[in-house]
């Protein structure tokens, strides 16, 4: 038995890794792709390299540059979300292989997994939807990055105020407490495994979703700042005293604001 349950988790943690290294893979290609002005994995016809081809083609989107767009965002959540959920998924995985020794538990790890990330799905799609919104209204560089300092002040200052709030404490800590979230939270059988995986992934969003939004202040496709962003949320999901970290990171958003502030009031 225990050497199946290592066997399992091995299984789990190279699945869980290969699918974080596809991720991040595909996000290098289109950033290397957008440096060099070809956007066309994300469905912009970039016909000339220049600055104002690039400002023209992102003002104008199709169905197609919706939906890569959509793909681009959904990948880079599993890219960065995966890591911090692994501890969950691993526990998850142990408690099924023991709750049913006799049955293979990669079903429902699957299913376990795969609701979770239905959930960034969603989360991906109004993503989508604002960045449409914020291009059609000439408030994103041709690099995805905040052209306003009004909108970069709007969105460090309303993720800094989230990360100091009860519910973003509240769903922390269930992000923090896998045990905890599988003793009150279990239900057996395959579409108890999608129960858990939709309601893990509704507590991961409400703990992670403003701080996505920041995507928006250093880049989408700056992946250093992607990475900043990912090391943020898994610091505050499994160190000893990431819930403190999260409060100090909201510190440095508000004192960020704060100083960004004085220079907008005067443009």
Not at 78 to 92: D, H, K, N, Q, T
Not at 240 to 258: E, R, W
Request: proline share 3%.
């Amino acid at each position: 038995m225990e050497r199946i349950l290592l066997r399992d988790r091995v299984l789990v943690i190279i699945s869980l890794a290969v699918l974080s290294v596809l991720s991040w893979i595909y996000l290098a290609v289109l950033a290397m792709d957008m440096a060099e002005g070809d956007m066309s994995l994300m469905g912009q016809n970039m016909a000339a390299g220049s600055m104002v081809a690039m400002t023209a083609t992102m003002n104008v989107w199709s169905l197609s540059t919706f939906f890569l767009m959509l793909i681009m965002w959904w990948v880079m959540m599993v890219g960065m979300m995966v890591p911090s959920a692994a501890p969950m998924i691993l526990l998850f995985a142990l408690v099924t292989r023991k709750q049913a020794e006799a049955e293979n538990p990669g079903k429902r790890i699957a299913i376990f997994t795969a609701t979770y990330l239905v959930v960034w799905g969603g989360f991906s799609v109004v993503a989508t939807l604002a960045q449409w919104a914020l291009t059609e209204a000439a408030l994103l560089s041709p690099k995805m990055v905040a052209s306003s300092q009004w909108l970069t002040i709007g969105l460090l200052a309303a993720c800094a105020i989230y990360q100091l709030t009860p519910l973003k404490q509240a769903c922390l800590g269930k992000c923090r407490s896998p045990l905890s979230f599988l003793m009150t939270n279990w239900h057996p059988g395959d579409l108890g495994a999608m129960k858990m995986g939709l309601s893990h992934g509704a507590y991961c969003l409400g703990c992670c979703w403003l701080l996505m939004a920041l995507l928006f202040v250093g880049g989408v496709m700056n992946l250093f700042w992607v990475a900043l962003i990912a090391v943020l949320v898994l610091a505050e999901k499994v160190l000893p005293h990431g819930n403190l970290l999260g409060k100090l990171g909201g510190l440095l958003m508000l004192g960020l604001a704060a100083y960004i502030l004085p220079e907008s009031l005067f443009v």
